[in-house]
């Protein structure tokens, strides 16, 4: 499978990357992995708005989903082709009221499921077009979830926000790539069952025994040379900063 980094900075856009944002194709298929701010215009780069086939959110916080409002318009309010048929998203329990609610002006109650077919996450396996998806919780102030995303023997491992966490380790074990946030920086914050360090990250994916490496999800207040370094510090295998724009072969 082709994973594209559409956004990776944490918490709000930095001047070189939109938030959180990751395309994932195999067979003709493309799943969205979160659409945090900035991450619209950017995914325009990597494929045409209506070409999605799936969206998956790990959490509500706008760093992570902020930008459905925007492609709400885009297929909502399409008049080239008329209006979009609805694609199925896959987020936490309340994922349409927050989407009504960020947006505050959709044209009545109904008007979101007419483009977004919601499904409510919960922890377990389950298919998304050629892909296994494995969702578990993980340790973040509100109801959020790693991924492992299979295909064809191969899987790659998406933390989405957390602090340090033991389900995290176990959805990683053994996967040949893990995209995982180190928000914050080895011993200068410390909030319990927030974000990870780069140190933390690389101790989850030594523990873990995956292939690679990528770290993500770093903001723009955070040195990410530093993450990096601390995280090669206790991992033995390749450490990579994820950068807008990345592509990696799975």
């Known amino acids: 499978m082709k994973l594209t980094v559409v956004g990776c900075s944490g918490s709000f856009p930095s001047a070189e990357s939109a938030c959180s944002s990751y395309l994932i194709e195999a067979d003709g298929f493309r799943l969205?992995?979160?659409m945090g701010n900035g991450a619209l215009g950017e995914l325009q780069r990597h494929c045409g708005l209506y070409d999605l086939d799936a969206v998956l959110l790990s959490h509500l916080h706008p760093d992570h989903f902020i930008d459905m409002c925007g492609y709400f318009v885009a297929r909502y309010y399409r008049h080239d082709g008329g209006r979009a048929e609805a694609i199925p998203?896959?987020?936490p329990e309340d994922t349409e009221r927050r989407l009504v609610q960020a947006y505050d002006d959709v044209p009545d109650?109904?008007?979101m499921r007419e483009v977004f077919d919601f499904r409510t996450l919960?922890?377990?396996s389950f298919e998304i077009g050629p892909f296994t998806i494995r969702a578990e919780r993980v340790c973040h102030p509100v109801?959020?979830?790693g991924f492992r995303i299979g295909y064809g023997g191969r899987s790659l491992v998406y933390s989405g926000d957390t602090g340090p966490c033991e389900a995290l380790v176990d959805l990683a074990r053994g996967g040949d790539l893990f995209l995982c946030e180190a928000a914050f920086t080895h011993g200068k914050e410390d909030i319990p069952g927030l974000?990870?360090?780069?140190?933390e990250a690389g101790e989850h994916a030594l523990r873990a025994g995956v292939g690679a490496l990528v770290l993500t999800h770093v903001p723009p207040?955070?040195?990410p040379q530093i993450n990096q370094r601390d995280a090669q510090a206790v991992f033995g295998g390749p450490v990579e900063?994820?950068?807008a724009g990345a592509v990696y072969e799975v």
């Open 122 to 124: 919960t922890p377990g």
């Open 195 to 199: 974000h990870l360090n780069g140190r």
């Open 109 to 111: 109650e109904k008007s």
């Open 89 to 91: 998203v896959y987020g």
């Open 143 to 145: 109801e959020a979830y």
């Open 32 to 34: 969205l992995l979160d």
């Open 241 to 243: 900063l994820a950068k």
């Open 221 to 223: 207040w955070t040195d």
